[in-house]
């Protein structure tokens, strides 16, 4: 979970109630009450705006890339507590009532302007770069069963010439943009 917020009422816990048959003959209550916590609200009230500046998932060591699409899931519940249950004379509210709703949302980073994405071409077996290549750190070039080809920087040796037709699998650093990788068929 990134974020939580919770309606300000009087509820910040809900509970779940299990019971077990008392087996204590000497004991008149019939029944033996649990109650787990299932949500533990922090009451402060909806928050609609928040700042979202990790990676949770922990790609780019928790860094979020400019012009990287990112997906997450809203959820939203509602749980009815009109009556609290109690669990000592057994009355009160004895069937959940919980609503939820789920919504998926995408969305890109903006890049930073003047900054170009490296993005990488075959033409006559040769790989073409484009964008700010002179920001490229280091290129990794595999083939399509992971073997590698290539390791270099290509700014300071010559590219590798790639046997046609096939699909490559590059991957390159570069100081703005972090770790970024691109599938390429060569025809």
């Known amino acids: 979970m990134v974020y939580q917020c919770d309606v300000k009422n009087k509820f910040d816990k809900l509970y779940w109630y299990t019971s077990t048959d008392n087996l204590d003959p000497?004991?008149?209550v019939e029944r033996i009450w649990n109650a787990s916590l299932k949500?533990?609200?922090r009451n402060t009230g909806i928050e609609r705006h928040f700042t979202l500046d990790v990676d949770h998932l922990g790609a780019n060591g928790g860094v979020l890339v400019e012009g990287e699409t990112y997906h997450?899931?809203?959820i939203s519940y509602y749980a009815n507590r009109w009556k609290?249950?109690?669990p000592y004379l057994e009355t009160g509210q004895t069937k959940e009532y919980r609503r939820s709703h789920v919504q998926y949302h995408s969305i890109t980073i903006p890049r930073k302007s003047g900054?170009?994405?490296v993005e990488a071409k075959c033409l006559e077996g040769k790989i073409q770069l484009f964008g700010d290549v002179e920001k490229l750190d280091q290129l990794t070039?595999?083939?399509i069963d992971g073997k590698q080809i290539w390791n270099g920087n290509p700014s300071e040796t010559q590219l590798p010439l790639?046997?046609?037709p096939k699909l490559y699998l590059l991957s390159w650093t570069t100081e703005p943009f972090g770790w970024q990788s691109q599938k390429l068929f060569c025809h």
């Open 115 to 117: 900054e170009k994405k």
């Open 141 to 143: 070039v595999w083939d």
């Open 84 to 86: 609290p249950f109690d």
């Open 162 to 164: 790639l046997s046609r």
């Open 72 to 74: 997450y899931a809203i």
């Open 39 to 41: 949500v533990n609200g």
């Open 26 to 28: 000497f004991d008149k």
